[in-house]
């Protein structure tokens, strides 16, 4: 009998802001919120942003001001909807229009002499035989040289790619625990990993002591490493730029810390752990990889997620060079006009020219339906499976290919061997990988339109958030499954707002791409197809199943009884999640960190030939491990 993955836990940050308690998701569904959950979604993000603060039980100004709901969204409302989701890079990462870099030159003094001073320590080693030194003093030297001297000068630019998915404005991530060193995206990792791990609203403890220790896994990546000045962007520019390399640049930019900064500093972890990357479908591998163990019982509780901090120069210029960007020319160019919209720059499935990066952490906590019953863990959503299929042969290693056709047809025929012919046709949404390429616009919608004709459905919401916080490359398919959490709890399918009209190329006779919110409150979404696709031919579709087709399950399962124990349980883990939420919203995020806390002292572990037992850990590891091979090895 298979265990059901069911999510218990979901955090993270992005440029809608906090992705717990479905706070990023009303970012981008503001606009068909009722007023009370509308403001409190602005409060908690003007708190983010530093607008205001909550002190003595009152928002406040940094003049001591109190201030209500309705005067926080009257007062700081343009500001929170202007700092949020896609806009203009801010000049804290770098100047768009004045962006550093060193030219080429080569000096040549047509014959004659070149001479020019500079100190001792700035001498080349070693020093070219053409040239002739001759101390002025103690530090300076005068260098003079008959033939050619190449240099380079500081150099400004303007890059062609203006915008990016940004955290929302003012908000560092580093604040909010000590990140000392910390490249952003492991910033990002240790706030977003913590805001997963207590939205459960159960002590982390709790659920470790309830399994043994090697039935927790940790499964997380990126794909750009850490590139920024703290991880291998430094490790790379340091002796370029006339500086030293550091002790932490190296391992810290490795991709796999986003999983071992979770095991290492958040849950203190000693179980499986694996950090699998397959470019922009990378959430998706990790989260195939959980559920697999899950399924098997290999593991009963799974921490599973990615941390992407691509929002650097290096990275935009190389993205840039290959047009997978979109520059301000050429949206101009679509639009007709001189200027152009930076926070319309993602237009999935419209007239587009290019993906918008951004940098974003999402993870969530899986159980098996066993453990959550047993904790009274609250439910969000189950994942039923997570297919993954590659291109074949390819002539270009960016462009689509057959294997998403494999993945969509398996991910809805697996869904419908559980709900039926009826909930796939009237009960299902799709969350497409929408890059906002014109190349992903024609062949994305040509899957779904075939597979929905193969499966008789005839009206498929689609909905693409990369058009809200752009493409986070792991991260972004976590974003499409916390995204699904919420269209499940609220019923709003967020609309493709960054654009005016879907593509004339676009294959969208079955499909419905809406341009508004989509309420679906009166017909509920029972599974939602996550689809992503990567460079290289890294193609994956999971189906997302409902909290209410979960129950359901759960009931026939174990019946009514037991699920209605399990009910009575769960109101108590409800209000502890919700006390986070609050403390969370008024800026108290709690942020989980043991830097050097409770390490396991070595000399007290107890091992014998049954079992391994830990300091510090309720249960023993055992080691009375079946044969799995018993019709093969004669015992």
């Known amino acids: 009998m298979s265990s059901l993955p069911v999510i218990v836990g979901f955090g993270g940050f992005n440029a809608a802001g906090r992705s717990s308690g479905h706070h990023a998701y009303r970012r981008m569904v503001i606009e068909s919120l009722p007023d009370e959950q509308r403001r409190e979604t602005l409060a908690g ?4 942003m530093g607008l205001v603060s909550y002190l003595e039980g009152a928002y406040r100004d940094e003049d001591d001001r109190p201030y209500s709901l309705e005067e926080i969204e009257r007062q700081f409302g343009p500001a929170i909807l202007e700092g949020t989701l896609i806009r203009r890079i801010d000049p804290a990462f770098f100047d768009v229009d004045a962006a550093y870099w060193q030219k080429s030159a080569n000096l040549n003094g047509s014959g004659e002499a070149l001479s020019f001073e500079l100190s001792q320590r700035e001498l080349p080693e070693p020093v070219p035989s053409d040239w ?31 915008s990016a998915g940004q955290l929302p404005q003012g908000f560092d991530p580093g604040s909010l625990y000590n990140s000392r060193f910390h490249p952003r995206a492991l910033q990002l990792t240790v706030i977003g990993a913590s805001d997963a791990v207590q939205s459960m609203g159960l002590p982390w403890k709790k659920v470790a002591d309830a399994v043994r ?8 990546s990126n794909v750009m490493s850490q590139m920024d000045d703290d991880g291998f962007g430094g490790l790379l520019q340091s002796r370029l730029k006339g500086g030293r390399v550091s002790t932490k640049q190296c391992p810290l930019g490795l991709n796999s810390m986003p999983a071992d900064f979770v095991n290492a500093y958040i849950i203190g972890s000693v179980g499986h752990t694996g950090a699998i990357a397959g470019a922009c479908a990378s959430f ?8 697999d163990d899950i399924d098997s019982g290999r593991c009963r509780v799974a921490v599973v997620g990615n941390a992407e901090a691509p929002i650097t120069q290096e990275i935009i210029d190389g993205y840039a060079t290959m047009g997978a960007l979109a520059a301000e020319d050429k949206l101009k160019k679509i639009d007709g006009s001189d200027t152009t919209d930076p926070r319309r720059t993602s237009r999935p499935f419209g007239e587009n020219c290019g993906f918008t990066i951004a940098e974003a952490s999402t993870y969530v906590v899986l159980m098996d339906d066993a453990l959550a019953l047993e904790l009274g863990a609250d439910i969000h959503g189950a994942v039923n499976d997570v297919f993954i299929n590659a291109d074949g042969f390819k002539k270009s290693i960016s462009a689509p290919g057959p294997g998403n056709y494999i993945t969509m047809a398996k991910a ?17 949404m799709i969350q497409a990988h929408g890059s906002s390429t014109p190349q992903n616009r024609v062949t994305e919608s040509e899957i779904f339109d075939k597979v929905a004709r193969v499966f008789g459905i005839e009206n ?3 909905s693409a958030v990369k058009a809200f916080v752009g493409h986070s490359l792991s991260s972004a398919s976590g974003e499409q499954l916390i995204a699904s959490l919420g269209v499940f709890k609220y019923g709003w399918i967020p609309g493709i707002k960054t654009i005016d009209r879907v593509a004339e190329d676009v294959l969208g006779e079955r499909l419905t791409l809406p341009l508004q919110d989509l309420d679906r409150r009166d017909n509920p979404i029972d599974v939602a197809f996550l689809n992503s696709k990567g460079f290289g031919g890294n193609n994956a579709t999971a189906s997302l199943l409902s909290p209410r087709v979960a129950e ?16 009575q349980r769960r109101e108590a883990v409800r209000e502890k999640a919700a006390e986070y939420d609050q403390g969370a919203v008024k800026g108290d995020f709690d942020t989980l960190y043991h830097f050097g806390q409770g390490m396991i002292d070595e000399s007290l572990i107890e091992l014998d030939e049954h079992s391994v037992k830990l300091p510090g850990f309720e249960q023993s590891i055992d080691l009375d491990l079946p044969n799995r091979f018993a019709d093969m090895s004669g015992k």
Do not use: C, H
């Open 284 to 291: 998706l591998y990790n989260l195939s990889a959980a559920v």
């Open 460 to 462: 498929w919401p689609v």
């Open 213 to 220: 220790p090697d039935q927790i896994a940790v499964y997380a």
């Open 45 to 48: 993000l003007a708190v983010m």
């Open 132 to 162: 002739q030194v001759t101390e002025l003093d103690e530090r300076r030297v005068r260098v003079t040289l008959t033939g050619s001297v190449n240099v380079k000068w500081e150099s400004y630019r303007e890059l062609p790619v203006k």
């Open 412 to 428: 809805v025929a697996s869904a419908r061997a559980i709900l039926g012919d009826e909930a796939i046709r009237k009960r299902s």
């Open 552 to 567: 359901q399950m759960l009931r026939r399962r174990y019946g009514e009884e037991a699920f209605a124990d399990y009910v």
